[in-house]
Structure formats: structure tokens, C-alpha cells
């Protein structure tokens, strides 16, 4: 077993003869809201937003980008576990702010191994061989934080299996002072657009 894995484990060992009565939490989020955020290891939703294991429905994924799974991850939240707000959370200093399609495509078509990164952008140091299927993948990067916030709840906003009743939060975490900065042209593109009645 690797040293990681031991930790894990004993961890996990820890936890689970103090887990009490949370075995009978119930399987809707007790504050009916989700958040989708970032996959960054810098950010704790549940220390950001005061959540308690039970709260909320959070939502991640690689710069916190509204792909098709996220959608589907929020629909299922709101139709069958009753969410009824939403919060779009992106962050200061994201990787995915470092590199566009073409460079991740180049990346992968070298080889699978780990990149580097320095000041002079992302570089390949693997033998090979790689694959040309990276082409194919729209990496959903980062050219403008603000601006991709507003995109994304407008993205939620305007899909078709998404109600109108539903209110969308447009946020960006700062990662150099823990505050969440509210990104008011989000919150406008994300206001509840239909009667709840």
C-alpha cells in the first residue's frame, strides 16, 4: 500500500467513528442551493460558503466551467432534488487561465506525461508517444475571469432545461484573501427570468 494511500485510509478510519448521525442525513441538500466551482485544491466550498456536510449540492470540475456535465449535474439537482438557487464560482489564479486549446492539444500530441510549466509557457518533456484525440476536446480555458463567469451563468440561464424560476449567482473567489467577489453583470444575466407561482 502506498504511504498516500495509508493516510488516506487512516484518515478515512478517523472520520468515519466520529461520523454520528450523518448516516441519516437525507439525500436532498438541506439549503436547496448548488454550487459549481473549480477542482483547484485552494478552495474549500464548505469553508467559503459555511456548509455542513448535508447543505448543498457542489459541483466541480476544471475552472468551474458550465460543460454538458455540469448542466446535467445542476438539472438533476433542481428536478429531482429540489435545489432552487445556484452559484457559478470561478477564481483568481486559475490554471485554466495559463493555456488555450491549441496549446493542451500540442501538449497531448507530444505525450501523456505531466507538462511543466515556467514564465515562458507550458512545455513537454515526455518521450511519447501522445495522441491527437486532445484535438477533439473543447478544454473550456480561461481568457477573461469575469467575463467567462458571465458566460457560464448565461450558458445555465438560456438552456432549455433550465427554468426561469431559478436564480443564478455569478461569483469569483479570491484566493489571496478568501473573500467571494460578486460579478454584478452575472448576477443580472442569471436573475430569475419567470413567475415562481
Known amino acids: 500500500m502506498s504511504s498516500l494511500r495509508e493516510e488516506i485510509m487512516a484518515a478515512n478510519d478517523s472520520y468515519s467513528e466520529a461520523f454520528g448521525d450523518k448516516g441519516k442525513l437525507p ?7 448548488a454550487v459549481l466551482t473549480c477542482m483547484d485544491a485552494r478552495l474549500d466550498p464548505a469553508k467559503f460558503a459555511g456548509l455542513s ?40 489564479d486559475c490554471g485554466m487561465e495559463t493555456f ?11 505525450s501523456l506525461e505531466t507538462a511543466t510549466v515556467d514564465a515562458d509557457g507550458w512545455h513537454d518533456h515526455g518521450a511519447g508517444p501522445g495522441s491527437v484525440d486532445g484535438r477533439f ?24 432545461l433550465v427554468p426561469g424560476t431559478i436564480p443564478i449567482h455569478g461569483m469569483i473567489y479570491d484566493c ?20 415562481s407561482g
Open 100 to 110: 488555450d486549446n491549441e496549446t493542451m492539444a500540442g501538449l497531448l500530441e507530444s
Open 27 to 33: 439525500m436532498p441538500p438541506g439549503r436547496r442551493f
Open 53 to 92: 456536510e448535508g447543505d448543498a449540492h457542489v459541483i466541480r470540475n476544471a475552472g468551474g466551467r458550465v460543460s454538458d456535465d455540469a448542466i446535467r449535474s445542476l438539472v438533476i439537482s433542481y428536478k429531482l432534488l429540489g435545489t432552487h438557487e445556484w452559484f457559478v464560482i470561478h477564481h483568481t
Open 137 to 160: 476536446v473543447q478544454w473550456l480555458t480561461i481568457s477573461d475571469r469575469e467575463q467567462a463567469v458571465v458566460e457560464d451563468v448565461r450558458r445555465i440561464r438560456n438552456h432549455s
Open 176 to 195: 489571496g484573501s478568501g473573500r467571494l467577489i460578486e460579478v454584478p453583470e452575472a448576477d443580472r444575466a442569471g436573475a430569475v427570468t419567470a413567475d
